[in-house]
T-cell receptor, first 116, second 113 residues
């Protein structure tokens, strides 16, 4: 089966600019996650979708970050305006069932964002 | 609060030697535990998981982990490592009631010839 697709792979922007990342999950996976992975740290959940509804966005900095999954399939994560501390790898993941430990997360290769 | 602690940020080891990567989790009524591996410039790949049953879990690439409830640990082991095992390893947990996958900070395994 095709894996989780993310684009772009790399992005360099200046602070205060905006940026968007795209994710296409595995076909049939109802749950989609966006994680932020800062260098030297484990991934941190930003937002979780079940189909096109938000399940958890408690750690999403809503003043600058937004995400949508309009048709319950692919998703876009946006940062506007970007700050230096947003430099990280943004990982998208999907799973067949929400919150089911037996349903593992499948990760994309991530987008590496550098804010200068 | 749910948390995962990986006790070593880096583990250097020679090829064909055994290795153990340590992980401790915060205690909960029910907990599910996972190990993921991340190769350079790639996403995370599931190595193994503990949901219930036997406390010794076998995964891919010859790795195994043991769930120890009394010590709240889930250490990852491999009896003989290869150069290709060089990667970042993440321990993660889902605790009952939270349904959120929480990751540790990661351990970088460096296998030297």
């Amino acid at each position: 089966e095709a894996g989780v697709a993310q684009s772009p792979r790399y992005k360099i922007i200046e602070k205060r600019q905006s940026v968007a990342f795209w994710c296409n999950p595995i076909s049939g996976h109802a749950t989609l996650y966006w994680y932020q992975q800062i260098l030297g740290q484990g991934p941190k959940l930003l937002i979780q979708f079940q189909n096109n509804g938000v399940v958890d966005d408690s750690q999403l900095p809503k003043d600058r970050f937004s995400a949508e999954r309009l048709k319950g399939v692919d998703s876009t994560l946006k940062i506007q305006p970007a700050k230096l501390e947003d430099s990280a790898v943004y990982l998208c993941a999907s799973s067949l069932e929400e919150g089911a430990p037996s349903s593992p997360l499948h990760f994309g290769n991530g987008t590496r964002l550098t804010v200068t | 609060a749910q948390s995962v602690t990986q006790l070593d940020s880096q583990v250097p080891v020679f090829e064909e030697a055994p290795v153990e990567l340590r992980c401790n989790y915060s205690s909960s009524v029910s907990v599910y535990l996972f190990w993921y591996v991340q190769y350079p410039n790639q996403g995370l790949q599931l190595l193994l998981k503990y949901l219930s049953g036997s406390t010794l879990v076998k995964g891919i690439n010859g790795f195994e982990a043991e769930f120890n409830k009394s010590q709240t640990s889930f250490h990852l082991r491999k009896p003989s490592v290869h150069i290709s095992d060089t990667a970042e390893y993440f321990c993660a947990s889902i605790s009952g009631g939270y349904n959120k996958l929480i990751f540790g900070a990661g351990t970088r395994l460096a296998v030297h010839p």
